[in-house]
């Protein structure tokens, strides 16, 4: 049946990678497709997880309104994590809950913002310093301005007692007084009102521990993770009780795909942030707790044939953020048995290729990529072509297809 979770042809890659690739030849590569059935078990999978805590969408992690506008169509989905003012003032044209996930030193977009009483009542404001209060107040002083909501962003990383840093640094914030000190300036100051807490733990959501081939790393990764959620937990709840005292807080924000289950046993946090789960990136083939469906991939053609085992592709090179390494490169998936030359690696206009499959392409053959996250591959292409039960039923714009490029 169309939709239904038991129906999974992505479990025979072979024929899903190979299906996908006849339903978008048509289509002038780079042609990038996202599977309908995939993004429907994906949204429902990340619902089942969060077990009944909302879920915040992650705009960065998928860049097509389309995709953000359905989401936000089902149950248990509210809400956007932009990752730029200028985006959220975008999309708080359509979305009346939108949270700037980083501070912001866009001094245009600041003063459309304080310029649109509207706006101000639908965008949030990430900040973790007073001195972002101060550069906003430059812009438009507090007294020739609507209040402004703002959001808290305190550092989650484990401050591990023999392994030192551990997670993303984010925020000068990390202890309970350095939160409460900062909140209580907020809420003493005029032009602003404190909505909201933000704490984002990437060594969780964001690493994995099923990496193959790494069973040493993982069993550390594990451990680790554990104990910063257990250390988190506690500290992210005396910062949610202080603040508490001093604002009304409407949400508490934390969590991303990779961890789920573990923020939403955290009895502090409202909201969990999800994005990358949708499009499923290579990258989480390697999350020992879930395992969503490869949603997201590109069909690029073969342009050369500069040996008889190695076929050039045009396009395809765009590498993913994070510490460069192999996790970071795209996928072959389809045809099966080719790789990147380790020498080359994934190419910025050509990509050449590998393998025992290699020998049988052809210019002009197709072959299928998925990249390691999501926000390379759509900052990369107009439109994705949505692809339900081997057919393409529609076209959605990305940002980039709609003239928008943000970051």
Not at 27 to 34: D, F, G, I, K
Not at 245 to 259: C, I, K, P, Q, W
Not at 284 to 295: G, K, V
Request: hydrophobic share 45%; aromatic share 6%; net charge neutral.
């Amino acid at each position: 049946m169309r939709g239904s979770p038991d129906h999974q042809p992505w479990r025979d890659p072979a024929a899903y990678w190979a299906a996908r690739a006849r339903a978008v030849a048509h289509l002038a590569a780079p042609a990038a497709s996202l599977d309908a059935q995939a993004l429907r078990f994906n949204a429902q999978d990340l619902l089942r997880r969060a077990g009944g805590t909302p879920l915040r969408v992650a705009s960065k992690s998928l860049r097509v309104r389309g995709v953000v506008d359905a989401l936000l169509a089902l149950p248990g989905f509210s809400g956007i994590l932009a990752f730029t003012l200028a985006e959220a003032l975008w999309l708080a044209e359509r979305c009346d809950d939108v949270v700037v996930g980083y501070p912001s030193a866009d001094r245009a977009a600041i003063a459309h913002l304080v310029a649109d009483e509207g706006l101000a009542a639908r965008v949030t404001l990430m900040v973790d310093d007073e001195s972002q209060l101060d550069l906003i107040d430059s812009v438009v002083p507090a007294d020739h301005r609507p209040d402004l909501r703002v959001c808290l962003d305190a550092d989650a990383s484990w401050q591990a007692p023999v392994l030192g840093f551990i997670g993303t640094r984010r925020s000068p914030l990390h202890s309970e007084a350095d939160a409460v000190d900062l909140a209580r300036r907020i809420v003493s100051r005029p032009g602003f009102t404190l909505v909201g807490l933000m704490m984002y733990e990437g060594q969780v959501a964001g690493v994995g521990d099923a990496v193959p081939g790494a069973a040493g790393t993982n069993a550390l990764m594990r451990w680790v993770q554990q104990r910063s959620m257990k250390e988190l937990r506690r500290r992210r709840g005396a910062i949610v009780r202080r603040l508490r005292e001093l604002a009304d807080l409407e949400f508490v924000n934390g969590g991303g795909t990779g961890s789920v289950e573990a923020t939403a046993a955290d009895p502090s946090v409202t909201e969990i942030t999800v994005g990358s789960g949708m499009f499923a990136g290579h990258l989480f083939d390697s999350y020992r707790s879930f395992t969503p469906a490869p949603a997201a991939a590109v069909a690029l053609d073969v342009v050369r044939r500069p040996a008889p085992e190695t076929a050039t592709v045009l396009g395809g090179g765009w590498i993913a953020s994070g510490p460069p390494g192999s996790s970071r490169v795209p996928l072959v998936v389809w045809p099966e048995g080719l790789r990147l030359l380790p020498r080359e690696g994934a190419g910025e206009v050509q990509t050449p290729l590998s393998g025992r499959t290699a020998s049988g392409l052809a210019v002009g053959d197709r072959i299928m990529l998925r990249h390691a996250k999501s926000g390379e591959l759509s900052e990369r292409i107009n439109e994705y072509a949505v692809v339900d039960d081997g057919a393409v039923v529609a076209m959605l714009p990305t940002y980039r297809g709609e003239g928008r490029a943000f970051l």
